[in-house]
């Protein structure tokens, strides 16, 4: 704890300082470098770190074509290649860190402050993502890396990177209409109007993994599910969108860049709370997409 707690604050202080230029370039080579030993050289840390090293030891590297068979084909695609090559389990964690981290410095560089923004994120996307949750940490890198083309007004790079990352964690592709987001100002019924267009066909590729969502999430044929952090991390989140909601205004002016990504989100917020009265661990998994 001492170690997490000692990171967050450096990152914190470092957040800060007015840094900038060259130091500034050095500092975020130094930072990924150091994220990918940390996250990426980790032993038996995390609550999924059993589940995905027995999932890639038991994995049938020998025929390519089980591909075809998985409803996320990237992350079979990125085991196997690892496993083929006679690598340990250690190197994919080592290959999800460099993505995760290239992509979350990549986002991170759009603001101001970029070493304070990883500092705000450290606790939920580093320590209870990337650490644990392998498939849904790379679809999150693929969507920092959609929100980073967001904000660059790049449509299409939008549409691709959501579009890889759902083949790592197959829930994200429920961000599509994002795409139709871009380069434009939004009231709540236009977010509506994006996610009516788009919702069918997002619909349609997420059917493989719907009827394991329901059983899951609805159902609870595997037993009842809950998580307690999941509701403490939705409050954070509506906190933040009302008090956004508020000044709305102000914040048009001092950030117009990232004004209609904000305000989507902020709207993505508010829509999450019915979420929390089906399930808890839904909400937990959804969470992570808002948090960036």
């Known amino acids: 704890m ?3 707690v000692s990171i967050f604050i450096s990152l914190a202080l470092l957040g800060m300082t007015n840094v900038s230029g060259p130091r500034r370039a050095f500092l975020f ?12 050289a980790r032993l038996d840390t995390g609550c999924d770190f059993a589940t995905y090293f027995l999932r890639f030891k038991y994995l049938l ?4 074509t089980s591909l075809l068979d998985t409803s996320e084909p990237g992350f079979f695609l990125l085991s196997y290649l690892t496993k083929k090559a006679g690598l ?17 410095i ?23 993502l990337s650490m644990s949750g392998l498939r849904q940490a790379l679809a999150v890198a693929f969507l920092m890396g959609a929100l980073d083309a ?8 939008v549409f691709i990177y959501i579009l890889i990352g759902s083949t790592f964690h197959q829930s994200l592709i429920l961000l599509l209409p994002l795409a139709l987001m871009v380069g434009r100002s939004y009231s709540f019924a236009r977010v509506v109007g994006a996610i009516v267009i788009l919702l069918p066909l997002a619909a349609y590729l ?54 209609n990504l904000m305000r989507v ?28």
Not at 29 to 40: E, S, T
Not at 247 to 254: D, F, Q, V
Request: aromatic letters at 18%; a neutral charge.
């Open 61 to 64: 590297f020998n025929d390519i």
């Open 29 to 40: 080579c130094v930072l990924y470098v150091f994220f990918i030993l940390f996250v990426g």
């Open 88 to 104: 340990e389990y250690v190197w994919l964690n080592v290959f999800a860190a460099s993505i995760f981290f290239y992509y979350l």
């Open 2 to 4: 001492i170690l997490y």
């Open 265 to 292: 989100f902020a709207l993505v917020s508010f829509a999450l709370i019915p979420v929390m009265l089906i399930n808890t661990v839904a909400l937990h998994r959804l969470v992570f997409y808002v948090v960036p």
């Open 206 to 259: 997420l059917s493989g993994r719907a009827e394991v969502y329901q059983d899951r999430y609805i159902e609870e044929i595997y037993g009842e599910m809950d998580s307690g952090g999941a509701i403490f991390r939705l409050g954070l989140l509506v906190i933040t969108a009302a008090i956004f909601e508020l000044y709305t205004t102000r914040m048009a002016r001092a950030h117009p860049g990232e004004y």
């Open 106 to 128: 990549k986002f991170a560089r759009n603001h101001p402050r970029p070493f304070l923004l990883i500092a705000l994120v450290f606790p939920i996307l580093v320590i209870q």
């Open 150 to 157: 967001f904000l660059h007004g790049k449509r299409l790079q």
